[in-house]
């Protein structure tokens, strides 16, 4: 037995020991509130060397940073802006969110229901058909109880066929990789901006760019480092010794209430925060409900191909933030220019900048074929134009995360409430983007407040909302 589960034993009569599995935003969430509360006995055990989860960032050798996936903080709490505010705010920079759809060999700006002026005439007169159908059938559905059953149902009925064939339903198959009849759409919330026939048309009138929109109009990103510094940062707030990394879990005694790392220690704990992916955590601790997890529980690995490019950004990228790219050749469903968030996220921005592409891989999609991968990336980028030619890309970065989607499916809703019920009445708060399973809550902000919310139940018996009741959240 080691030093800090004995430390952890001993002060069991003062305050109870809260044992964190992960130093992500969920864990550090958690220790955050911990620290506030004056509540000492905890710590962090975490398999990597390094603190963030997810939500970290690399530097390639020829100096390039990248992400794991463009990070936006988009906030649904007061209390992570206060935090974001206190230690972030003034290292970040202030950006206007700009979104983009490539189809039909343009840019189209985002959302694309509302910027149907850009297609061409044939494709916008099936998009409005299919809105004003909508328009009477919702008149027609009232009657019935209208309810959609699934993602691609909730798409139909609120978006007509027009919109939903040329690009939603496509764009929605390419980053879930999976068929959108088995996807719920309760994730939505404030995620895709809803339709509005009348703006629709008066854009389309006056041929008018409609692109402010949304929760993230204005987001922050970091100078230096990426989204890698934001995580760092918090963790410095946290004393040292209660972040033990590289210090990975191997089996939990949910009776005997320890956790066992793979040097042999033994950590015991009165309640256990765990970020791990929920059917790690099962398995780890060989509870019943492991296979019915298995059977229900599916997700999306997802590569991030990062493209150091020489030369200036081209003048049509300068002010765009990511694109979307629905068609079905090219790989990415994804891009993000990287450098537009960060000077400092290209090593010479003067004269380079940089592209971060987005490419998921489930059995269902075509682009699993990682040797190749990069080639296939940059022929797409040159395809949408996004680059010019080969020589200019200078260096190139490749990071395959294995569980970086985790899929909202009709079937995961069927048993992830009562999961997570289940082990919390053993004092388990299975939590954050993998933990809880739940990609509605599942973003930065969302998994650092189901940390602090675990906590504030813990000690002080506050009813956690984020996991709960995700819609009042996102609402
Ligand atoms: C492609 C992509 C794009 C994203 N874009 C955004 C975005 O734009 N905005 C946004 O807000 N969020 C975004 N996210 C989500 C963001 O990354 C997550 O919200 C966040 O990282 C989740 O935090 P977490 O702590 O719950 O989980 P993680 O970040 O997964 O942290 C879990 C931690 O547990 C550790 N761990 C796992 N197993 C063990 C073990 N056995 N023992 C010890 N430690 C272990 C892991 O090493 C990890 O550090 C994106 C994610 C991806 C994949």
Redesign the pocket.
Known sequence: MCLVATKLKTTKQKQPSILI????????GAAYRLQELGHKNFLI????KF?????TSFTDKNGFTWD???????SHYKYFDQVFNKHILLHSYTLQREAWVWLYKKFIPYPFQYNLHYLPQKIQNECIEGLKNLKKNIAKLKSKERKSKSFLDWILENFGKGIANHFLIPQNIKTWGYPLENLNYSWIGDRVAQINLKRTLKNIAEKKDDIAWGPNNLFHFPKKRGTRFIWEKIAKTIPKEKIQIN????KINREKKYVQTANGQKYFYDSLIT???LT?LLK?SKHPLTKKAQKNLVSSQ?T?VGLGVKGKTLKKLKTKCWMYFPEKNIPFFRATVFSNYSKNNVPDHKNQWSLML?ISQTKNTNFNNIGKLIDQVIDGAIQTKLIKNKNEVISTWKHT?KL??PTPTISRDLVIDNILKTLQKEQIYS?????AWKYEV??????FM?GVEAVDNILNDKKEVTIWKPNQVNG
């Open positions: 599995l992960g130093a992500g935003p969920t864990g550090l055990l975490e398999k990597n603190v963030g989860g997810l939500a794991i996936g463009g990070h936006v903080i988009h210090n990975k879990v191997e970020s791990i992916p790690k780890k997802v991030i987005e995360e970086a989607y939590r954050g983007r993998f933990g599942g973003n930065m902000d969302h998994s189901q």
